[in-house]
T-cell receptor
Framework: GAVVSQHPSRVICKSGTSVKIECRSL??????MFWYRQFPKQSLMLMAT?????????EQGVEKDKFLINHASLTLSTLTVTSAHPEDSSFYIC?????????FGPGTRLLVL | GNSVTQMEGPVTLSEEAFLTINCTYT??????LFWYVQYPGEGLQLLLK?????DKGSNKGFEATYRKETTSFHLEKGSVQVSDSAVYFC?????????????FGQGTILTVHP
């Protein structure tokens, strides 16, 4: 099946710093990428949708200037959490779309101190 | 808005026991319904899906039937194995402009003991 990787798998950073999370589809090309966030004991919440070469579309309540998404190629999308604060600590999951099937990365756990 | 409610876990069973994980939903229109499974250290994988009322999705011995009258999509398996230990997510998608955008339940942790 399709393989999706995320890097890093976990990261700890200081408040005020920026963190970049990479998502790669290793054996397929994805024109559409979804980014989800999951807080402890809660469901995955969609943050934004991006199409290759276009600006991302953000869900209501998600700050586009804080969560920068770049989908510059069909195999790589990045999510940058800018000026991270403790409330941004969460589990971030990318989900590339291939045809009618969504695949998911293993997730990145972010802890902001 | 759309929402999905799953039975709270964790669920702990002995091998060969019967499994039911309840899932109910609220949605506008006629959503497609999904069950995803996440094994430790891996990404979510599609387990099964149903796209219209009374459809039954099935895979790897798991089944779920799309019940419009009760807005439910309960996951069942007749005899679980240790290898079924994972987190299970119920989800829906309403299509149209929301194509590909999934609304998830909170997940249910299943642990199966030998």
């Amino acid at each position: 099946g399709a393989v999706v990787s995320q890097h890093p798998s976990r990261v700890i950073c200081k408040s005020g710093t920026s963190v970049k999370i990479e998502c790669r589809s290793l054996d397929f090309q994805a024109t559409t990428m979804f980014w989800y966030r999951q807080f402890p004991k809660q469901s995955l919440m969609l943050m934004a949708t991006s199409n290759e070469g276009s600006k991302a579309t953000y869900e209501q309540g998600v700050e586009k200037d804080k969560f920068l998404i770049n989908h510059a190629s069909l195999t790589l999308s990045t999510l940058t959490v800018t000026s991270a604060h403790p409330e941004d600590s969460s589990f971030y999951i990318c989900s590339p779309l291939l045809g009618e099937t969504q695949y998911f990365g293993p997730g990145t756990r972010l802890l902001v101190l | 808005g759309n929402s999905v409610t799953q039975m709270e876990g964790p669920v702990t069973l002995s091998e060969e026991a019967f499994l039911t994980i309840n899932c109910t939903y609220t949605a506008t229109g006629y959503p497609s319904l999904f069950w995803y499974v996440q094994y430790p250290g891996e990404g979510l994988q599609l387990l099964l899906k149903a796209t219209k009322a009374d459809d039954k999705g099935s895979n790897k011995g798991f089944e779920a039937t799309y019940r419009k009258e009760t807005t439910s999509f309960h996951l069942e398996k007749g005899s679980v194995q240790v290898s079924d230990s994972a987190v299970y997510f119920c989800a829906l998608e309403t299509g149209g402009t929301s194509y590909g955008k999934l609304t998830f339940g909170q997940g249910t942790i299943l642990t199966v003991h030998p």
